[in-house]
């Protein structure tokens, strides 16, 4: 889970949409450790055959830029047939504030 310490400006949403099949989160979590990005929470359910994940990530040590990963991310997109977003944690939090 975050701590208070996490720089906002390092942390990322990550979110997942499609039709389940395996190897989903393996592939994500796969590329994240790929760019030494650090996942602080996940949260993942499939309902009636839909697969949805969620996940806070820190990219402070990551090792490219975050437009490198959101490209790589775009790429996995593609070849998983999933939706894949990623947004700056204060972009989604902007976004979807109540």
């Known amino acids: 889970m975050?701590?208070?310490?996490?720089?906002a400006s390092d942390r990322a949403i990550i979110t997942v949409l499609g039709s389940d099949r395996p190897g989903i989160v393996a592939a994500v979590?796969?590329?994240?450790?790929?760019h030494s990005i650090n996942i602080l929470d996940i949260s993942q359910t499939i309902l009636q055959g839909i697969f949805t994940m969620t996940m806070l990530v820190d990219m402070g040590a990551s090792d490219a830029d975050f437009a490198t990963v959101q490209n790589?991310?775009?790429e996995l997109s593609g070849n998983l047939g999933v939706q894949i977003t990623l947004q700056r944690e204060e972009v989604f939090n902007f976004m979807y504030r109540l």
Request: with cysteine; net charge negative.
């Open 2 to 7: 975050a701590t208070n310490q996490d720089t």
């Open 29 to 34: 979590t796969g590329c994240l450790a790929d």
């Open 72 to 74: 790589d991310l775009a």
